[in-house]
């Protein structure tokens, strides 16, 4: 099983109609099988410098490899991802 | 609801007795009442630079402030994370 998160900052004014907009293209991930516990979050820590996170599981490795390669993934990157956030940090945790 | 994570690197060897009494005494603050969903991870992303995380869930910000204040959570802050932890970053989100 892995946890799969992904920290992030958008170039979009905070609560605007382009921020909205990536949102609703990022629920769509959702859809994508495989894709488990699929969450948009918003961080409230003072202490972390990324305001948004999207987290999902998967069941195996094989399914993460899916999902990197569904072409609904791609297109979010293409389309979304690449415009609008300006810096990231990915996590993906495994059970210790 | 708050997902409250930490993702941070040790000075012990890795697999090493104290790695494990690390992991052994953060596993007791499940037991706080008010702390859903713990679980200790392991990064497996080579494009993140924390090697473990701790994740636990709060439904409400009084039941975080709980944990905080609990002595069991500073004792583990005095008597292992302040020793044992070279670098972390906390990470809380709420839902979007």
Chains 1, 2 share one sequence.
Not at 22 to 32: K, P, Q, S, V, W
Not at 83 to 94: C, N, R, T, W, Y
């Amino acid at each position: 099983m892995i946890q799969h998160s992904v920290m992030f900052n958008l170039n979009h004014s905070p609560d605007s109609r382009e921020e909205q907009a990536f949102f609703d293209a990022a629920r769509e991930l959702a859809t994508i099988p495989g894709v488990d516990q699929f969450s948009c979050l918003r961080q409230v820590s003072p202490k972390n410098p990324f305001t948004f996170g999207l987290s999902m599981v998967f069941a195996s490795q094989a399914r993460y490899d899916h999902y990197n390669q569904h072409p609904l993934h791609k297109a979010f990157i293409e389309k979304y991802w690449r415009h609008a956030v300006s810096e990231f940090m990915e996590i993906d945790f495994e059970r210790y």
